[in-house]
Structure formats: structure tokens, C-alpha cells
């Protein structure tokens, strides 16, 4: 058991970044000591995509320096860490299993505990703690920001989840096929635009005119408030074939409106039936100007306070899983090495209290 300070290393090997960070928590106060993040950007642009077995390869190349040199840069050795946090899924299994396999050997030669983290928790923390002033956070008081709804899109997932406290996690509604950052890889790929496709299918949209193109908003009618993104693509696909004259960057800037559009019709219909303290926005997609402006909006008009994460934390990175292992250990959920264990997918559910 943890005391009430404490210093956490944390790794994050999902998928195609290798993240490691250093963070102390003294009561309610978050220091984030050293984060580094090592991409594996231009290994996968030559496949257009991330091929497990790669991805491994090069985490298990790269975690071990990456570690020496954030506990250098924290000032601290490894024997002043009092736990280690790990992400322990969802994500590629072959890429899992290195963080978890080094989270497992400093446990067991540290002897301290694990603290295994759901992905998405790393996600829903970082927007919830906002913008580091002098790298420290305050962590927020339950009463101040719960319930919260969390739109999370990301290159894996696109979903909507009701927190109702600090490890209380319900799914209201997720994408029925792909994710919204998928989408835009592949719309990428469609433009012929390099890997990974969101930032650049974001930069081409905004010479274009969104209204160019009537592209579809699948599931804008449905009752529910799932998501639906591989029919948009596919209508890509036709205008980009059959109109081979077609100005990208209108074409880039009608899907991302059709896009946009879609999260913030389900994310209002959400607050139009329940009451929310606050609304988080998070996940690599929430990187997108034009989506942080739209939620703004929606902020504006349903008066619940927007927190956005912060864009050098929208991408996959350790920092958010170090914060979300300071803020939930104050619920004990510790492991021994033995017990952790890397799982491809894993409800949120699951790691509610
Ligand atoms: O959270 P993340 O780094 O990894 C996953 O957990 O999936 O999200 C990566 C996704 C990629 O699909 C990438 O293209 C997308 O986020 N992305 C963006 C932007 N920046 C990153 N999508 C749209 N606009 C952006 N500016
Ligand atoms: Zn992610």
C-alpha cells in the first residue's frame, strides 16, 4: 500500500509508441518529473500501418535505454520508485506484452507493487487534469467535476463513456465499426497522404470548403449513441473515384466536417438527457482543431465545462497513464508482478470500482 507520497514510473507499449514517465504525487498535488516518448512514426509509414510483430520488436529495442534516461532526467534512481503503472490493454498484444514484461521485471527486482492501467483510463485522465502549469496538477475534488461524459476517439476507439467518480466507468455508446481516427487514416490513404493520416488529412481540409461534398453522418438518426465510420469512407472512396478531378482538399475538408459533426451529435444528445458536471474530450483525434472548436460549442450551449486534452497528451504517451495511477491508487488497486498479465481487449468496465 502506498502512502500519501509517492513516486510512480510508468510505461505505455500498446501500440505504436513507447512511452515512459516519472511522476510524484505529494497529497493532492501531481509532479510530473521526466516523460519521454520514442515513435515508431517512420518505421510503420513504409507499411501504411502498424504491423504487430514490428511494433514489438522496436519497443523491446528501445524501453530499456528509454527508461535509463527518464529516471535520469527525474533526478531519482530506480530504487525511489514506489510503484510501477503499466497500460495493460487494450492494444496489440505482441507490443502489450514488452511494457508489461518490463513493468513485471522492475516489480519483481524493485519488489514493488504494479499498478496495471487501462488504456483509455490514461486517456480520460489526461483531459480531466487539463494543461500542466510548471508541470503540476491539482487533482480535482469529485464533488467539482463528476459525473462527467468522456468522448473518446482515438486511431482504436470512438466512444462515449459516462464516469460517474474517479474509477466508475459506464460505456454508453461506441463506434460499430471503425474508429474516427481510423477513418482518417484511411481517408489519408485515400488522398494519398502519408501515415498517420489525421494531422495531415486535418492540415490539406483547411484550404478546402467543408460544404463541397454532401458526405453522409451515419447514425445521426439512431436511437442510441454509437457510432458508425466506415460508410463515410466509403463515400470518400466513390466521390475520390468517380469524380477524379476532385479538389482534395474540399474533399478532406467535407469528411472531416461529416466527421466532426457526427461525435457532436450523439455527444448532444447525451447532454440533453442527463445533467454532466463536466465534458472530456480525449484520445489522438482530440488533437483536431476543428473538433476542439465544435465541443467548444457544445460546451458553450449545454453550459458543462469543457476539458480538452492537452494536445502534447492527445497521442499515446506514459504521462496519462502515471496520472491515472496517482489518481486511482487512492483506491488501493495494486498488483504483485505475478498477477499482471497484457489483454488485447479489455472493457472499461472491467476496472471499475
Ligand atoms: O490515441 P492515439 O495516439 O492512439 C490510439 O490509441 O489509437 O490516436 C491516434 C489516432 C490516429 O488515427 C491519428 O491519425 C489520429 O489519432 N489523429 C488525428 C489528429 N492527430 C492524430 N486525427 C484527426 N486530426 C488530427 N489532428
Ligand atoms: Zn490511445
Known sequence: MLGDSYTILA???????????????????????????????????????????????????????????????????????????????PGLIPALLVGVQAARTLAFSLNKPIIPIHHLEGHIYS??????????????????VFPALVLIVSGGHTMLVHVDGYMQYRLLGQTRDDAAGEAFDKVARLLDLPYPGGPEVSKLAEQGNPAA?????????????????SGLKTAVLYTLRDTPDAN????????????????????????????????????????????????????????VPLHVAPLWLCGDNAVMIAQ????????????????????????????SD
Request: net charge negative; charged share 25%.
Open 11 to 89: 510505461i505505455e507499449t500498446s501500440c505504436d509508441e513507447t512511452g515512459i514517465a516519472v511522476l510524484r504525487r505529494q497529497g493532492d498535488s501531481l509532479t510530473l518529473l521526466s516523460h519521454a516518448v520514442a515513435s515508431q512514426i517512420a518505421i510503420h509509414e513504409k507499411t501504411g500501418g502498424v504491423v504487430p510483430n514490428v511494433a514489438a520488436r522496436e519497443h523491446a529495442k528501445v524501453i530499456t535505454p528509454l527508461i535509463e534516461h527518464v529516471v535520469a532526467e527525474s533526478k531519482c534512481s530506480l530504487k525511489d520508485m514506489d510503484a510501477i503503472a503499466v497500460t495493460v490493454g
Open 127 to 144: 483531459a480531466l487534469l487539463g494543461e500542466a502549469a510548471e508541470n503540476k496538477w491539482q487533482i480535482p475534488t469529485a464533488d467539482d
Open 213 to 229: 461534398f454532401a458526405f453522409p453522418r451515419p447514425m445521426e438518426h439512431s436511437p442510441d449513441f454509437d457510432f458508425s465510420f
Open 248 to 303: 482534395k482538399a474540399d474533399v478532406a475538408a467535407s469528411f472531416q466536417a461529416a466527421v466532426v459533426d457526427s461525435l457532436v451529435v450523439k455527444t448532444r444528445k447525451v447532454l440533453k438527457e442527463v445533467p454532466y458536471k463536466s465534458l472530456l474530450v480525449t484520445g489522438g483525434v482530440a488533437a483536431n482543431t476543428s473538433l476542439r472548436q465544435a465541443m467548444q460549442g457544445v460546451s458553450d450551449r449545454y453550459g
Open 324 to 351: 491515472a495511477a496517482a489518481i486511482i491508487d487512492t483506491k488501493k488497486r495494486t498488483s504483485t508482478w505475478q498477477e499482471v498479465d497484457g489483454r488485447a481487449r479489455i472493457a472499461l468496465e472491467e476496472f
